[in-house]
Each structure stands twice: as C-alpha cells, then as structure tokens.
C-alpha cells in the first residue's frame, strides 16, 4: 500500500488545474447504461473509482475505451444484469447501476454495498423509490434483487434529499410509463448535470436544480456526448490548502457551486477573487475561527468538512464543526490531533481549540476527505508527515501529489 511523505512548511504559489467532478461522472457512467449505443464523456478524472466504474460496467457486458480523460461507453451489448459483491464492496456508488439496469431491462441484481469508515450507509430511499415504480424487490444472500416487467410512473417524496436515491429514482423514472413525481430531491450539481444529461438523452425532466423533479417518461434515450462538470470538493481541498500556505489561483473550477465554501473562507480572513472559470486565494495571515455546520446543497458540504477541520485546527481560537448529513463522519480527529491539533467529539460536533502550529507525524487515512485533510495538515506541519493507506485518496482526487509539488508542496509518493 502507498504511502505519501510530507515535509510540511513549504510556502505554495501558482495554479493547478481542478478535474471533472467524481460525484458526478459516476452516476453519468451508469445512466451510459440506459442508451442502446455508445455514450461519450469527457473531463473524466483518472481516479480509483472511475476505474472500478470502468471494470463494472465491463463485467455487465458494455464496451469502455478511456483515453485521454475521454470515456467512451457502448451499452448495446449488455448481457450480465449483475453488479457482483467484491466490487460493490469497494465503492458505494456501483449501486448507481441498479436504476438504469431495471429501467432498461427489467431486472438486475446488485450486492448490497457494505458501510464505510464512518458507518452504515443505507439504501432504503434507493428500494422504497424503485418499489414505488413497480418494481418487486427481495434480498437474497446479501444481493437486492428488483425485477418490473414495467415501471410506472408515481410519487415519491424522500426522507432526506439523498445524492444516490435521487440519482438512481431519476435513472429509473426516465423510462417508466407515465409520470413521475420526486419530492425532497437532491439539488446538488452533479444532480442537476444528471438531469441536463438525460434530457439530452432524450429524456423529459423538469424542475431540475429543485427539491421537485417532475419526470414524463419515454420509450427509448439515444447517443450523447457530455463534458463533466469541474470537481467542487477538489477545489475547495486547493482553496483551504492556499488560504493557509500560498496564493494560488484554480483553473476549471466553478465558483457557483463553492457559494457557502467562499462565504466561509471570507469570514477566515481570506482574501478571494474569482472569474466565471476560475478562483483565486491568498494566504491567510492569522485564520479567524469559523463555525461550520454541513448542510446539502447549497450548504456547506460534508465532503468538504474533514478539509475545515484541519484548517481550523491552527485558526486564531475556538470553533465548532457539525456534520448533518453524516453523524459519525469523524475518523480523522484522532488523526489530525496526532499532528498536534487539539480537537474533541461531542456527539455530532466536533470542537476545535486553534494550536500555534501543528507538527509532522505518522498518520492513516481512513476515507478519501479525511486523507486530504491530513495532506492539508501535513503541508501546514512542522517537520516530516507519514501518511499510509493513500488508496483512499486516490479514490477521489486525480494525481493530488503533483497537483501538490507543482505548487511547490513537498511531498512524495512512496509505492510499497
Ligand atoms: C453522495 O453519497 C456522495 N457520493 C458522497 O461523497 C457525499 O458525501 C454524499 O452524497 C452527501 O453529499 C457520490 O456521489 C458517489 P446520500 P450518497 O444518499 O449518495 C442517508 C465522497 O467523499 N441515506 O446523499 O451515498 C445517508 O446515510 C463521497 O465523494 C439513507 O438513510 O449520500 C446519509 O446520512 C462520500 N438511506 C444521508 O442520507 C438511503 O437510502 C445522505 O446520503 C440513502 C441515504
């Protein structure tokens, strides 16, 4: 397993290039599923989970070519409606096949995705939905079976505006009779680009980027070719990592959808300018404590929380960090603190009391934002940072150590 070495203190400048969101070109993979032909993406990042999309969707029978950060999917020839478990296991988001399968050819089978660092991660809201379409769901040895010789239209109104139910409800919908009502969607982008991209497909969706998503359904989608949205998490990783060590400017980012990050960051001290494509950020002198609650979109964003965190941890006082969304999501305080950073967990707020300064040590991801908040330490960190299990941050950031040493971070990757 790879490990990263930090040398933390160096000072960061220049510009790096954000990459094409990974929340968003999974679901897109999966709704490739849905056409009868070949479906092309580009911007696509080079990341563990794109690649185990990738082998996915290879082992349901369609055809993958990637090149060039360009995906090129040909759907016409599946043959396998089965996500096996040893895959499903290592990336919660091959459960996006189940809508799109069950849409297209009435029945699939999906292992149940296990939970993650920070704990169970249900799929009631995706099942309840697919029932609700008319789709007979069963568990067997740890498989969701869903069968539907159609699906029909109905309403469905989530408990909570879940990202993959949302995603999964839409993929199903677009090909059921009739009409389908979603209440409480998510209203996350990449959500939103899911919807622009089935209606390119074809598909009627209105009331996109609203928490009511009204989907007429239509016989057949065709071929598209879909460029993915910049990665908002990424960025706001890079803004906190300029906020505390450099100016730096962002490429390819979309300042529109970090509104909360950028708010919050002002209230830091920080100094932002931005154009319609790009961000720029300067170095902090003294960070100001600033309490963040995680909110879906358009709040502050859980995925983003564990990356606060770290750079709370040397503000000038105390603040609060509370997640909403996920209620255990805190395997990297004992982590951070390892570094020096003086952080305690109270049910689902963390408190961080501001240090002077943190200092190097050997840490663990546990999670990909965790593993990016302790790179954000470990820059910050006096002397050298150990960080093992980096699988887990190449799971979701595209070459983040020499996106980092091109801004003059020191850090290398050491392949065990
Ligand atoms: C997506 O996960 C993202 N992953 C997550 O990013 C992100 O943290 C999350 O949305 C919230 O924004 C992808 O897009 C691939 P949810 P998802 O369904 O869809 C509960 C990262 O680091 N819930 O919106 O799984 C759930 O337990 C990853 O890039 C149910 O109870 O998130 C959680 O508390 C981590 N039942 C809340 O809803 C369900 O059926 C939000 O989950 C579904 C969800």
């Known amino acids: ?46 990341l563990r989970d794109t690649r185990t999309m990738i082998r996915l969707l290879k082992i349901i029978g ?68 697919l029932e609700k379409l008319g789709a007979t769901i069963s568990l067997e040895s740890g498989y969701i079976m869903a069968k539907a010789k159609y699906l029909k239209g109905n309403k469905i109104s989530f408990d909570f505006p879940s990202v993959g139910a949302t995603g999964n409800i839409l993929m199903a919908s677009v090909l059921a009779r009739g009409e389908t009502r979603i209440e409480n969607a998510a209203k996350e982008p990449e959500i939103v680009q899911l919807c622009e991209v089935l209606n390119k497909m074809g598909a009627n969706i209105i009331g996109i980027g609203t928490d009511k998503i009204t989907v007429h359904g239509v016989d057949k989608l065709h071929s598209v070719d879909i460029d993915v949205i910049p990665d908002r998490v990424e960025a706001g990783t890079y803004l906190i990592a300029g906020a505390t060590m450099g100016d730096i400017t962002l490429n390819n980012c979309n300042p529109k959808h970090l509104e909360d990050v950028i708010d919050k960051l002002k209230l830091s001290g920080a100094n932002i300018s931005s154009t319609e494509n790009s961000l720029s950020i300067e170095k902090i002198e003294l960070v100001e404590a600033v309490d963040v609650t995680t909110e879906v979109y358009p709040g502050f964003p859980t995925d983003l929380q564990a990356q606060w965190m770290a750079f709370m941890s040397i503000a000038n006082g105390k603040s609060t960090i509370i997640d909403t969304v996920y209620h255990d999501r805190f395997t990297h305080i004992p982590e951070l603190n390892r570094l020096g950073a003086d952080i305690q967990l109270k049910d689902n707020k963390a408190i961080v009391n501001g240090v002077k300064k943190l200092t190097g040590a050997q840490v663990m991801s546990t999670d990909i934002r965790a593993s990016a908040a302790l790179i954000l330490g470990a820059i910050m960190a006096e002397g050298k940072t150990e960080i093992s299990r980096v699988y887990h941050i190449d799971r979701g950031y595209d070459s983040i150590e020499k996106k980092f040493q091109s801004l003059g971070a020191d850090i290398k990757r050491i392949n065990q």
């Open 62 to 129: 369609a055809e993958v070519a990637f090149k060039n950060n360009s995906l090129a999917i040909n759907a016409s020839g599946v043959n396998n409606l089965e996500a096996p478990y040893d895959l499903v296991k290592t990336m919660r988001a091959s459960f996006y096949v189940l809508g799109p399968l069950l849409a297209r050819f009435g029945e699939v089978r999906v292992s149940l995705p296990g939970g993650c660092a920070w704990g169970p991660r249900p799929v009631d809201y995706h099942l309840k939905g």
């Open 1 to 46: 397993m790879d490990k990263f070495i930090i040398n933390g203190g160096n000072p960061i400048s220049g510009s790096v290039d954000i990459s094409g969101a990974k929340n968003a070109v999974l679901p897109l993979m999966t709704a490739a599923l849905l056409v009868d032909g070949e479906t092309t993406i580009n911007s696509v990042p080079d």
